[in-house]
């Protein structure tokens, strides 16, 4: 069972990364004026491949603890706000907006974080670095806002 149940998360997961192949980066990015610290194209992909497979195993671990429902809650939110990013940011090309996203996936992440410690510190150490990537993200988006 718990098998079947990463395997639901980890699906959930996928259709979040789908939106990075529905909306590639484009010229429209390549173009924008970017900070010295942009890590190359080729990362995001194995990144986000290491933090999906990292949310979708937290889920399913955390979906089996009673009184999960804020965290799975959060987990969810995070998610959603997770899968917007791309299409406003990249298909959308609003800067801005996706700062907003941004901001909003921040916060939900932290409160994802904080409600899984309260269920399995396991759990919650396996995703602490998640809000390390989410921050970076963020800063990234905040710099690519001022120089363009």
């Known amino acids: 069972m718990e098998a079947f149940l990463f395997i639901i998360f980890f699906a959930t997961c996928c259709v979040a ?5 529905l909306f590639p980066t484009g010229e429209w990015y390549k173009s924008l004026k970017k900070p010295f610290w942009t890590p190359p194209d080729w990362l995001f992909p194995i990144a986000w491949t290491v933090f ?18 804020l965290a799975i809650g959060f987990w969810a ?7 917007l990013w ?7 090309k ?7 996203i ?12 904080l409600f899984t ?4 510190i396991v759990t ?23 120089k363009n």
């Open 17 to 21: 990364a789908s939106t990075g192949m």
């Open 52 to 69: 999906y497979t990292d949310l979708a195993y937290c889920g399913s671990r955390i979906a089996g603890i009673d009184n999960n429902g």
């Open 77 to 83: 939110l995070h998610l959603c706000i997770n899968t």
């Open 86 to 92: 791309t299409p406003v940011f990249f298909g959308l």
């Open 94 to 100: 609003r800067i801005k907006a996706g700062m907003l």
């Open 102 to 113: 941004m901001i909003l996936l921040w916060i939900s992440t932290v409160f994802l974080i």
């Open 117 to 120: 410690f309260k269920l399995d």
């Open 124 to 146: 919650g150490w396996i995703i602490l670095p998640y809000i390390v990537w989410v921050s970076y993200a963020a800063a990234l988006n905040f710099s690519l806002l001022l």
